[in-house]
C-alpha cells in the first residue's frame, strides 16, 4: 500500500462526490494545507485523516481506499448497515442530551418542593 496511491485514490472519490478540500478540510476540521499535502502526496496520509473520511462518507470503502480492491462505494446492504451504526450513534447523543435535560429538571423540582416544604412549616 502506497501512500500516493491511497492519496490518489482519496482524491478520485472527492473529486467524484464534489466534494472541494477546503470543504472537506472544514469537515474534517482540520488545516487546509495540511490535508491538501496529504491528499497531494507531498506527506503520507494520516490514519485519523483516513478514519475522518470514512465516518464523514460511509458509502466509502475502506478497502478499496487501502488497498484499491473492489468498488469505490461498499454495497447497498452495507452501507445500510453503516447508515444504521450511524444513525443509533445520533440517537445515542440524543438520549445522552434528554438525560441531561432531565437531571436539570429533576434538580429543579427538588429546589421547588424543598421551598415548599419550607413554605408549609
Avoid at 79 to 93: C, D, G, S
Avoid at 102 to 114: D, G
Wanted: contains cysteine.
Amino acid at each position: 500500500m502506497k501512500a500516493e496511491e491511497i492519496a490518489k485514490r482519496l482524491t478520485d472519490f472527492r473529486k467524484s462526490q464534489h466534494i472541494t478540500i477546503k470543504e472537506l478540510s472544514k469537515k474534517l476540521n482540520m488545516e487546509l494545507a495540511t490535508l491538501s499535502a496529504q491528499l497531494s502526496g507531498k506527506r503520507g496520509v494520516a490514519v485519523s485523516t483516513i478514519n475522518g473520511i470514512i465516518e464523514l462518507y460511509p458509502q466509502l470503502s475502506l478497502e478499496w481506499v487501502m488497498l484499491g480492491r473492489g468498488n469505490m462505494f461498499v454495497s447497498e446492504e452495507k452501507h445500510e448497515h453503516l447508515t444504521t451504526h450511524a444513525e443509533v450513534a445520533e440517537l445515542k447523543n440524543l438520549v445522552a442530551q434528554k438525560d441531561e435535560e432531565i437531571k436539570c429538571l429533576n434538580a429543579q423540582v427538588e429546589v421547588l418542593m424543598r421551598t415548599l416544604q419550607g413554605k408549609k412549616d
